[in-house]
């Protein structure tokens, strides 16, 4: 058996999330030699059940075994069942709590590279609506710059507890990886126990209460970022008030410099502040 072969298989599961649960059977696969051989592996996790079947094939030319690829499969008592292949690309590919999020539905930000060679970041998810020839889902790519999903500006709309910094980034990165993630919200002074989720295709982030039911979009305004001093209704007033100001402004050094103005030019002024209050009420009922 190659001794660094096994290493380096060790640490490819390793790094695609399945720890060392599967590394005596690993071993015994490669002592077996074998031109390929599988490994299974099967527990609970979350709200579901996951299968998962790892592919190994030696080298024609030597001894040296790679891990190609592996199948997973998500249950759920809800009666949601789905399956998808998964390759592995030089130790790289799809984690396996990242296939576990693409087959509950979310969406995972993975570096790619395209036919250029070229690296770039993209959102994928699993289209459960169109089966690929393989009789697997296709996968789209949602990319960040181009399709106008920015996870840290939506984030900035939420109305989350402060957090330290390192938290923040963990918090970031646990989304990046489609996890659905628990955070505190602030209302009223209270901080709320919430979920919530990255969703790139239509560009906002789901928010879900402790049942695991999603708000509604007027459920969810109500847990947005507010600033008094900065809504559009103030901003409008403010607007209106330095406009009269400075209509009031130029009555008044009109009629300074000229006498001839009769007196009820003087009335009208009096009653204009009074009419910029009728217009206020009006704006708050809109």
Do not use: C
């Not at 900065?230 to 008030?241: A, D, I, L, P, T």
């Not at 009074?274 to 206020?280: A, I, L, P, S, T």
């Amino acid at each position: 058996m190659n001794e660094k072969n096994l290493k380096y298989l060790k640490d490819n599961l390793k790094y695609m999330g399945f720890g060392e649960k599967l590394n005596e059977d690993l071993e015994n696969g490669l002592k077996e030699g074998k031109p390929e051989f599988d490994l299974q592996l099967r527990e609970k996790m979350f709200q579901g059940n996951m299968e998962v079947n790892l592919h190994f094939r030696q080298s024609p030319s030597s001894d040296v075994y790679f891990f190609n690829s592996y199948e997973a499969r998500l249950t759920k008592d809800n009666g949601h069942d789905i399956s998808q292949s998964f390759y592995v690309n030089n130790g790289k590919g799809v984690t396996y709590k990242e296939a576990y999020n693409l087959l509950d539905g979310r969406s995972v930000l993975k570096e790619m590279t395209n036919k250029e060679g070229e690296k770039y970041s993209a959102w994928i998810k699993l289209d459960f609506s169109r089966n690929a020839p393989n009789n697997h889902f296709e996968t789209r790519q949602f990319h960040g710059e181009k399709y106008g999903f920015n996870l840290s500006a939506e984030m900035n709309k939420l109305a989350i507890a402060t957090m330290p910094e390192d938290k923040e980034k963990q918090l970031m990165q646990s989304l990046q990886k489609g996890n659905r993630q628990a955070v505190n919200f602030i209302k009223d002074a209270k901080e709320i126990p919430m979920f919530i989720e990255a969703n790139p295709q239509f560009k906002v982030i789901n928010v879900y209460d402790t049942s695991g039911r999603q708000l509604s979009k007027f459920e969810k305004e109500q847990y947005l970022k507010t600033d008094p001093g900065n809504s559009q209704e103030q901003n409008v007033v403010k607007e209106e008030e330095q406009s009269l100001g400075k209509k009031e402004s130029g009555q008044a050094e009109k009629i300074t410099s000229d006498r001839t103005v009769k007196p009820a030019v003087k009335n009208i002024e009096a009653l204009l502040p009074q009419k910029e209050g009728r217009k206020r009420k009006g704006l708050k009922i809109i």
